[in-house]
């Protein structure tokens, strides 16, 4: 999206290089649009006024190469694809000249503000496209071409559900409008809508098998609900088929690595994630899963490839956070504490940079959370929800121990694990709205205007859209979201009889996991600052807190370091609080077979050990900070 002072000096340039143009001054026109174009370079309408600068030079290769850029990141430019035409005639080039022609020709059968709309919209133009197309709809409202355009512009702006609303209008109209049905998906995902977004695009599957479009949201969608083996056949199917670049040869091969990471098939993946490098060396994701396999030792040869790709001036920022990231976890497992406490440093700062966290935000929202969910408001609203106990949640902060609790109690028989849901959050979201820091509950006082009816309702919506993760027909299962910490009164007030456990891990080992961890997205934006995940570890004992003092043996403590000295102990008392029997098999847990995403993956298909537990002491030196921000929480985070 283009910002109104961007556009204005983007404009002002283009209209600057025109007037040169205009003047028969070339050279300098070109000059002026070289600038523009490191500004601003997917804006389309710079290569379509250097191809007018290549024509006037007669240039014909030129000129092409620059009105197919255009054409490429702006499809609706009618002068760029008659210029198109006119030079391929020129050349003797008829098929290119003709697909020129009958491109030019579908955009002239569309209404003027239509074609307009689009081209600002491909520039990155929302607000005038969104004008336009409104002021077209209230002459043509039922225009399927316009109300997707309209869909796409508020998917861009981030209105997800009026984009949902108006593609679902649209479908409904036209139900064979395929690339319709695609943008739908695509927002259906974006909105963790998973099961729907995979029943669309097996719809358009149906009609085109081969598409890689379709292929390619599908196996998000799998992704999405937990399901990989499909992903591992969608991207043997479209690695099979003519690839456009290497970079998409790299990330399929990422795609599928990861995948089998998770399904425990590490030999193929750390296969896949070497191929991966073999398409695109500097590749930065590839590097970070064979780092996050956590078993995986690099070679001299690989640390030296590492250090000369993050060292390239022109790498993209991410490229860079994935390498550090990779880079420090290598260096550490060689007991080079130092060299790799400066790349986890570098790392965190750099995706620091674009995180929008703010902690005080969050102590804010724990504050407001704690004033309105009284003791008193729990017992007013005593036997609401659902009684069912077969949810599992598991909660705490990321790197506490969570994924190996998951897989002891995925051991026992009656128990399936499946992966951190993310309906709750959902919930919260549509009722609560999200804060755009954050992303914590805006408005959490609407929990309390809820019913006894909405309750309940939200408690069966919860169990009917978590039935797709559950494959094996257990009696429970669980979600180890480790954010619903934050959403216990709902989760209370729609499942009363579901068990919740706190993993709870020694404060310096807890937080020095999450700063030598790199999250996904936008995920846990809190653990790229020691002091930030020091307030945050805080602010998570001080709310749990709260919820044992106003639910009182509603939640089971599981201290990390407890379930390592006493394995059996610890087993027979989450068992015991989710109302299970016990099973010897949750002892042996390594042994169990079952897809894991987390960054644990692999460490929780080996017996548990100690070493873990101090392993935060090797960067004592650099801890300071750490240690100060947490303050007391050091001696009082098992209370």
Known sequence: MTS????????????????????????????????????????????????????????GPAAIEALREAVRLNPTLPTSWDMLEQLYRMLGDTAQAAAAAKNLDSLKQLPPEVVVANSLFADGDLGPAEDVIRDYLRLDGDNVGALRLLARICQERGALGEAEALLNAVLARAPDYHAARLDYAAVLLQQQKHLPARQQTEQLLRQEPDNREYLKHYGAACIGLGDHEPVIAVCEKLLAGPLPSRAEAADLRVWRANALKITGRQKDAIADYSASL????????????????????????????????????????????????ALGKALEDRGDYASSWQYYLRGNSVR?????????????????????????????????????????????LPRSGSTLIEQVLASHPHVEGTQELTEIDRYVGELCGHDPDCGLPLHPEVLLQLTPEDARVLGERFLVETRTYRRQGRPFFIDKMPNNFWHIALIHLMLPQAAIIDVRREPMACCFGNLKQLFGTTNQEFTYNA????????????????????????????????????????????????????????LAFHKTQRSVRTPSSEQVRQPITREGLAQWRHYEPWLAP??????????????
Not at 360 to 368: G, I, K, P, T
Not at 552 to 557: A, C, E, S
Not at 626 to 639: E, K, M, P, S
């Open 531 to 586: 002091r930030h995940i020091a307030r945050h570890y805080r602010i998570y004992l001080d709310l749990m807190r709260h919820w044992d003092n106003v639910l009182p043996g509603r939640i089971l403590k599981v201290p990390y370091e407890d379930v390592v000295d006493d394995l059996e102990g610890s087993v027979r008392r989450m068992l015991s609080h989710c109302g299970l029997p016990f099973e010897p098999a949750c």
């Open 4 to 59: 109104s002072d961007d556009s204005a000096e983007r404009d002002a340039l283009l209209q600057k290089a025109s007037g040169l143009r205009s003047g028969q001054h070339i050279p300098e026109a070109l000059t002026v649009l070289t600038l523009l174009q490191s500004l601003h370079p997917r804006f389309s309408r710079l290569y379509q006024e250097r191809g007018h600068c290549y024509i006037l030079l007669r240039n």
């Open 352 to 396: 620091r940079a674009t995180s929008r966290y703010r902690p005080e935000v969050a102590e804010a929202s724990a504050l407001r959370i704690k004033q309105l969910f009284t003791a008193d408001v729990f017992a007013a609203r005593k036997g609401w929800g659902v009684d069912d106990p077969a949810p599992i949640f598991i909660l705490g």
């Open 626 to 639: 750490l240690r100060d921000a947490l303050g007391d929480a050091l001696t009082g985070y098992r209370t």
């Open 278 to 325: 073999a398409a695109r060396p500097d590749y930065g994701v590839a590097w970070f899963g064979l780092a996050n396999l956590k078993t995986y030792r690099f070679t001299d040869a690989e640390i030296s490839r590492m250090r000369a790709a993050e060292l390239q001036p022109a790498i993209e920022d991410m490229d860079r956070v994935y390498l550090c990231f």
